[in-house]
């Protein structure tokens, strides 16, 4: 059912009672297992674009993200499991063609979003060090650069923001990474030199850079019904400042005919 193009019965069924007793503990001795079996629907009909398989791909990803978050509040999961689940998130988000928001008669799609979801719980596992978490902020930056025929309206850049905000708060990426990966972030923004629109990619991603520029002056609070949210988001996220400036550097440079350069604006 978590694939029924019927969004009645997918998300207020399917999806909420599975959601509600993963949360509840009831597949506590059983988490292993079920979220290898939801994993599985990650690779359903992957690659396929304006189809109902996009469904079962969508909402497998926001299942699987309760179960790791389930483990993240009660450490019932092991290294292997976890890490497994999260290559088979990158590739499958990598991979995922389907970008459509709300779709018309069937409701959420939202595969972006919803992966966010699930890449925003890896962020916040135990499982993940440093260097697992410096290949999040690379899946996060290869899904923006990949070629797509959908501009983002269901406000994607904020879900898939603050992903990079959950890697943040962890305090574990080092500054010099996290710039690094800032400023490839801000190249392919950049504009081509070459007349013409834009392309739905390249909007997308100075709507990321906004996005992401916008959660850290303001900073971002915890989600409701995630243990220990609250806490992991307490304060300011560490390397916030220099996240800050190369975030200020690049927008000025992917949009210079309304910007002051870099070097002026000191």
Known sequence: MLGDPNPARRDRVAYAVLARWVAEGVYDELLHGLGDGVAAGLRNGVGEDGTDTVFRRSYSALVLADAIHRDTAGHLLTDDAVLRWGDLASTWYLRERDLRGHVPGKGWAHTVAHGADLLGALARSRHFGAAELAVLLDVVLNRLVTPTPYGWRHG????????????????????????EWVHRLGAAARPPGEPGPPTPAAVNMLAFLRALHLQLLLGVHGRDGIPGDDALF?????????????????????????FTPPDASR
């Open 156 to 179: 994607e850049e904020d879900r898939l923001a603050y992903v990079v905000m959950a890697v943040l708060h962890r305090g574990v990426v080092d500054a010099e990474t996290l710039t």
């Open 234 to 258: 307490e304060g300011t996220a560490p390397g916030r400042a220099d996240a800050v400036l190369a975030l200020q550097t690049e927008l000025r440079l992917a949009q210079p005919w309304l």
